[in-house]
Nanobody, 117 residues
Framework: QVQLVESGGGLVQPGGSLRLSCAAS????????MAWYRQAPGNERELVAA???????RYSNSVKGRFTISRDNAKNTVYLQMNSLKPEDTAVYYC???????????WGQGTQVTVSS
């Protein structure tokens, strides 16, 4: 069974930084597209950042210039570096792995990020 385990969430003041990690197991990590989504209370889950198996990245407009997604295929891990955090970044952040050609998609359990003074 594929496992995606997020870590690194927590409480941070506005303007602060956090680094989320997502460790994948039982998956051919390097061939999967990886992404971070988030969901705030009362809102739909939204894409934050994604990286393809080839390493290209894209970001939502709300985080562009502040967040950076990266992957380490040797460690089966994807990261989300979050800088200049704002209260509106408060949400549960989910790791996602997708391999569209075989219609495979997996989700982590989520990690809470709270930005508050």
């Amino acid at each position: 069974q594929v496992q995606l385990v997020e870590s690194g969430g927590g409480l941070v003041q506005p303007g602060g930084s956090l680094r989320l990690s997502c460790a994948a197991s039982r998956i051919s990590f390097s061939i999967y597209d990886m992404a971070w989504y988030r969901q705030a209370p009362g809102n739909e889950r939204e894409l934050v950042a994604a990286t393809t198996s080839g390493g290209s990245a894209r970001y939502s407009n709300s985080v562009k210039g502040r967040f950076t997604i990266s992957r380490d295929n040797a460690k089966n891990t994807v990261y989300l570096q979050m800088n200049s955090l704002k209260p509106e970044d408060t949400a549960v952040y989910y790791c996602n792995a997708k391999r569209s050609i075989i219609r495979a998609e997996h989700w982590g359990q989520g990690t809470q990020v709270t930005v508050s003074s």
